[in-house]
């Protein structure tokens, strides 16, 4: 040993000694040949008006599963954290992912681990998939703060961890120069580091949900259907997101390489060849990386993601929705849903400057018509024509002025959200897959937002406020009434019983915890997340029969003449009969549901 290696040695020696005399802080053993000790910080957390608990809580908190992903290693899959040493501080959260509205730091392959203390044996373990669009947000956003959910199920361990995001995260060039798909490597990653050491956090490795909201929900479906992540979790959870969300995968990868070239283009790293454009924008600085991508979005203000997931033939082998239809998937208990007004989020897109405002935009029926080729996914004259007569409210079409702004929210709802988690709940279900489905109907006091906008009603995101636990002690202190914050109790036991057994009335229901249905067909049944926590059934199925059964014949199809009336017959047939029948069997089905 040399003089440097000897007082590295002696000084982590006396860290942790002083560490231990001082009792600062709870303290775990890693497995593995250097027996790494984490010393991690103490949290309290007391509630007596609604949990009635007062509990410690261990934190281990910027914990690196991955090297950082700098210089030669950026635009690479990530290469796993080597040794860390005797002694390793973690206390506090690191770096989020350099992303564009604030953030620049690439070492931000982080995550934390939560426990009770005492610790649990053998205990269940949740990963945290934050959401963002592939483009902003951090595990450790006081959004996804895990002690209400602690305090609820003690039995639980709770991890979260950062991904690349945006152009660091996602950039190909659609061949081995950059594949792209480097965020969904490091969600890989850190699973893995999960198998092999929340055992000594008091977690069961063959117990792990993932679990995720918006892009972190479409990053669970995807794990569902890649063969990397076979082995690395027992139960998923989808929070307004999936992988057969339009948004969720590009299958266009010459739209994707487009967005490369167009970065290359304005950071002056132009060429015919990938590999050296490739090695430009890696030794381009990230702060102009990012600037530019801002650049990027704020010039797409349509339903198009920059930076997103694509069919690399590794973690993602083909399109989602073929590998669907083939039961390619990860066939395992699952809990999915949507909020009855995501569509509200892409009327703000539409409209960013009512993002101030409390009232709602207005959108005229002319308005509608021109939006549809900028908010259609799979755009033809046909189809949007099809979108017309379903959605426009005809009783004041004959105004030209009336307000049509709640057809392009129930649009978008089914289009971009709804729909293809009814596809994705039906594939599952199919499969003998255990299923869960709920819509959240419960218009919150206060949005997520805060006061503005105050017209987003049950719209995109706004669960969360509830899953965490936001007005029950929670750091983001968010006002809710006395009946909201009942109502979070409600969903995070459900959440937390699901996560524990696959089940989210086990233990079983009670006067507290109404039973929740297991999805099957027919019965199609679901939990209406409320004040009431009522059940319903065939959620929107009208509409998203639409999307299911009739929209895709008209996804590849030109509009000439020749064509109009054979359409047009196709669809009035659609509308008047075979909705009709459907119509009439399903309420039939409902009224012996229904007999005494």
Known sequence: MDKVQLFSFSVNIVILIAGHARGQGPQITLPGPSNTVLRGTYVTFNESEYLNVDITIEAFLGIPYAEPPVGDLRFRNPVKKGDLGMFYLADRDRSTCAQVNGGENEDCLYLGVHTSSP??????????????????????????????????????????????????????????????????????????????????????????????????????????????????????????????????????????????????????????????????????????????????????????????????????????????????????????????????????????????????PTMTIQEFRESLPNYLYYYTPMLASAVEQWYIDWSLADNSSADQLEAFVRLNTDQVFSCSTEIMARALEGSQAIVYRYEMTHDPSRSIWGDKPGWMRAGHGEEVQYVFGWGIKSRRNQPQTHEEKLMSIQVMQYWTNFIQNGDPNDPAPTNNLPFWPRYTIPDQEYKKLSLSMDNGRAMRMDSCSFWMNYAPTLYNQDSPEDMYQEWKQDYEHWRDVDMVEWNEVFNDYVNDCNAP
């Open 119 to 360: 610790r649990p044996r053998n205990a269940s373990v949740m990963v945290w998939l934050h959401g963002g669009a592939f483009t902003l947000g951090g595990g450790s956003w006081t959004a996804y703060d895990p002690y209400p959910l602690i305090a609820i199920s003690p039995d639980l361990i709770v991890v979260n961890i950062n991904y690349r995001l945006g152009v660091l995260g996602f950039l190909t060039t659609g061949d081995d120069a950059s594949v792209g798909n480097f965020g969904m490597h490091d969600q890989v990653m850190a699973l893995q580091w999960v198998q092999e050491n929340i055992a000594a956090f008091g977690g069961d490795p063959r117990r792990v949900t993932i679990m995720g909201e918006s892009a972190g929900a479409a990053s669970v479906g995807l794990h569902l259907l890649s063969p990397l992540s076979q082995g690395l979790f027992r139960h998923a959870i989808m929070e307004s997101g999936n992988a057969l969300c339009p948004w969720a995968v590009d299958t266009n990868i010459t739209r994707q390489v487009g967005f490369t070239k167009e970065i290359a283009d304005r950071v002056n790293c132009s060429t015919t060849d990938n590999e050296d454009l490739v090695e430009c924008l890696r030794n381009t600085d990230v702060i102009v990386l990012l600037r530019t991508q801002a650049l990027l979005v704020g010039q797409n203000l349509f339903n198009e993601l920059l930076f997103v997931p694509v069919v690399d033939g590794s973690f993602l082998p083909d399109i989602p929705i073929d590998m669907i239809k083939r039961e390619e998937f990860h066939k395992v208990p699952t809990l999915l849903g949507t909020n009855e007004d995501e569509g509200t989020l892409i009327a703000l897109r539409a409209y960013p400057i009512y993002l101030r405002r409390t009232d709602p």
